[in-house]
């Protein structure tokens, strides 16, 4: 299994790992490559996070990651459009290294997500982290949301520049606990061991696997842009940067 360096050390940008199989893949009808390793930073999609980016480096030669997705057979894998005579065989040791500015946008926008998901008191139906924007859907019910207001607490909130905790825990805790897991479309995997905890202290507790930062202090400031309607009760809630480069 790869080790999954980017828990330990979400903050490292690049480092050597061994390639552990090359394959071919297809990834939405497009056919490409798959590159494994012992260990990888590159996060893999899920969560509603998008796969990490970067490149390969080895032997003087580059090689585009394009994207990075779980593999239930192979564990993590990292697509690239390179055919697979032109990337390293297994056994050789490489230097990967992470499109930084993409993964670090993710980490605010993820963490931001779990601060406006503790702003309304409702269950999460759907999200998606993007580097300039994101959303969470939530069954309000007859809750009502103001763009303004939430803008407002949620900047507070960053303001207070609180650190992150982060823990492991027994599917047991869950069991006893089930208000945790707030996120009705994807519930933290089970039968796979211990369950990734993240807290905001005095803010939000819930199960992730998603890259956060250590701090609210790295979050730019952030606006609530739109509140759509989904259906009866169900709204959309929009986050952008408040400035275009975050």
């Excluded at 796969?51 to 480096?57: A, L, N, Y």
Aim: hydrophobic fraction near 40%.
């Amino acid at each position: 299994m790869t080790q999954a360096y980017f828990y330990q050390d979400p903050y490292a940008k690049t480092m050597t790992a061994v390639v552990t199989a090359v394959v071919t893949t297809v990834v939405a009808t497009e056919v490409g490559s798959a590159v494994y390793f012992d260990r990888t930073v590159f996060y893999p999609l899920g969560g509603g996070q998008p796969g990490d980016t970067g490149v390969i480096r080895f032997n003087e030669q580059t090689v585009g990651i394009t994207d990075t997705r779980k593999d239930p057979k192979l564990d993590i894998q990292h697509i690239t459009e390179a055919a697979i005579e032109a990337l390293p065989t297994i056994g050789t040791t490489v230097t990967l290294e992470l499109d930084w500015a993409r993964r670090h946008k993710h980490m605010q926008m993820h963490t931001a997500m779990h601060l406006l998901g503790a702003l309304i008191d409702a269950p999460v139906t759907g999200g998606q982290v993007g580097v300039d924007k994101s959303r969470l859907d939530f069954d309000i019910g007859d809750l009502q949301l103001d763009k303004g207001a939430l803008t407002e607490k949620l900047n507070n909130m960053i303001a207070s520049r609180t650190d992150l905790a982060f823990e492991w825990v027994a599917e047991a805790v869950l069991d006893a606990q089930p208000d945790l897991v707030r996120t009705m479309s994807v519930a933290p995997p089970r039968g796979a061991g211990d369950i990734r905890m993240v807290r905001i202290p005095g803010i939000d507790y819930q199960p992730c696997g998603g890259t956060h930062v250590q701090s609210l202090s790295e979050i730019s400031p952030l606006i609530v842009s739109k509140i759509e309607n989904k259906g009866r009760q169900n709204r959309r809630v929009h986050l952008v940067f408040a400035q275009a480069d975050g």
